[in-house]
């Protein structure tokens, strides 16, 4: 336990032998937990779900880049623990909050979850210590939440207790970008905290990005999630472009990216998903009307993206009209519901949004996703269709959301009678044969044509 100064504290970090809670074990806080424990530190895993704290104890993973047999060495060598008690952090030398930030109806950010665990980590966390918050949020969260949580139990900061702020870059599935080697931005409230942020995570990022001050580091993470929101919201609107005139964005975007400079592809899609980009933007555009500052990108290509799924189902319409359909009656099988490939994260999906405009419609929805065996739209609970074959041939019309590699495309092809692929996952076939039946709403290229 830490009771001296940040060179006391440093030394530990940099030795490895801390003690460091993580508080929120998701999707950023499970994979956190796992490389500080993998770096010899003994992690302390705090979540307020207790069926994530039963199953990390139990040796079982809920995340699906964090395999179970990693989750079930760490606990058993004692390297892991997880437990819904914030006491058990009176022994930390550091804790990580990695708790959600979610916007509520109004799009107003919800820090209900930061200040809840900032408070309850002030209550037990000794002096000397650092508390780093990971959450995605506003410029001045950190020293207008969780400095004055710590103010108010009698720390100073800066002296007994050391403050910082890291943003996540995790990007779940991605099989080349890592915890490790992705470049880790960090900042603390003074040169002290920074110094033991620095040595914190050092222990497992390649390369640390020190940024001057704490808002800095809370901004430049919103501007990477806008910068991806606004790119993907004009792709989109391109895609409706280019959909009018009958042409195939995707040969598009594959011709402007044979540029050497100055552009950098995106893709369209049928809307954004996932507990980022959707959100984040919202938590800038708040904070910048405090100080009378509008944010029209932001507002604009939350509207573009909000709009696809509306997109996705008047092509599923034109394309059921142009076999003399009706939508109202008709079967639509989604494929994939998850919010992105190979991911089994339904937050935000468009795939919600899609179910519900197709049954306003009167059709019959039901999906298929190895990855999803069951997921909520409107109270109702749907269940993953379990045979292809069988799901494909009983619709009149599948959906592509998810482009999972687990779903054998080959045989959406061969089965489906009508296709709207909204990620271009048939286009990348090769070689294929589609039914002579088979319509398809875009032309299929194949990638790299
Ligand atoms: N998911 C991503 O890809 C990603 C990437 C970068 C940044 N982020 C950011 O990281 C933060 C966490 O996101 P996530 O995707 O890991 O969320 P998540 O919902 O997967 O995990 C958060 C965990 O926190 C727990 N929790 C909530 N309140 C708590 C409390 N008071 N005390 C203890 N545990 C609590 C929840 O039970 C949950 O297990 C968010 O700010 C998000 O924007 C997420």
Request: proline share 6%.
């Amino acid at each position: 336990m830490s009771k001296q100064g940040p060179k006391d504290l440093v030394d530990r970090m940099t030795d490895r032998k801390a003690t460091i809670s993580v508080v929120g074990l998701g999707y950023v806080g499970l994979p956190l937990a796992c490389a500080l424990a993998e770096a010899g530190h003994t992690v302390i895993g705090i979540d307020s779900d207790p069926r994530k704290v039963e199953g990390i104890n139990g040796g079982r993973s809920h995340i699906e880049d964090v395999p179970a047999h990693q989750v079930e060495s760490l606990v058993k060598g004692g390297r892991l623990t997880a437990t819904s008690d914030y006491k058990a952090a009176g022994v930390s030398d550091a804790a990580i909050i990695a708790v959600p930030t979610p916007i509520d109806e109004f799009r107003v950010p919800d820090l209900t979850f930061v200040r809840s665990a900032a408070h309850s980590l002030a209550g037990v966390m000794p002096k000397g210590s650092l508390v780093v918050l990971e959450s995605t949020t506003y410029p001045g969260t950190t020293e207008e939440v969780l400095v004055p949580a710590f103010r108010d139990r009698g720390f100073m900061p800066g002296v007994d207790i050391f403050i910082g702020y890291s943003p996540e870059r995790i990007d779940p599935g991605n099989k080349t970008y890592n915890i490790h080697n992705t470049p880790k931005l960090v900042c603390g409230l003074t040169k002290a905290c920074t110094e033991a942020t620095i040595a914190l995570y050092g222990t497992i990022v390649e390369q640390l990005v020190p940024v001057s001050s704490i808002k800095t580091a809370e901004i430049t993470k919103l501007f990477e999630n806008i910068f991806r929101g606004v790119n993907i919201a004009l792709v989109n609107e391109f895609q409706v472009i280019c959909d009018a005139f009958g042409i195939d964005v995707w040969e598009v975007i594959h011709a402007c990216s044979t540029k050497p400079y100055g552009f950098t592809a995106f893709y369209p899609g049928p809307g954004l998903g996932g507990h980022c980009v959707p959100v984040d933007p919202y938590y800038l555009a708040w904070k910048a009307r405090q100080v009378g500052v509008n944010t029209e990108f932001i507002e604009l290509s939350g509207r573009v993206n909000a709009s696809m799924p509306n997109y996705v189902v008047l092509k599923v319409m034109r394309l059921l009209n142009a076999g003399h359909k009706a939508l109202n009656g008709s079967r639509v099988g989604l494929l994939g519901v998850a919010y992105k490939k190979n991911s089994s994260d339904v937050r935000e999906s468009p795939a919600i949004k899609i179910v519900e405009l197709l049954k306003q419609e009167g059709a019959t929805v039901t999906y298929y996703d190895p990855h999803v065996p069951e997921f909520m739209v409107d109270g109702h609970r749907l269940r993953s269709e379990t045979n292809l074959r069988n799901f494909l041939s009983s619709q009149d019309c599948a959906v592509v959301v998810a482009d999972h590699d687990a779903i054998d495309w080959t045989l959406v092809l061969q089965y489906s009678p009508m296709i709207i692929d909204t990620r271009n996952v048939l286009g990348k076939l090769s070689p294929f044969t589609p039914k002579p039946s088979t319509r398809v709403d875009r032309h299929l290229t194949r990638e790299g044509q």
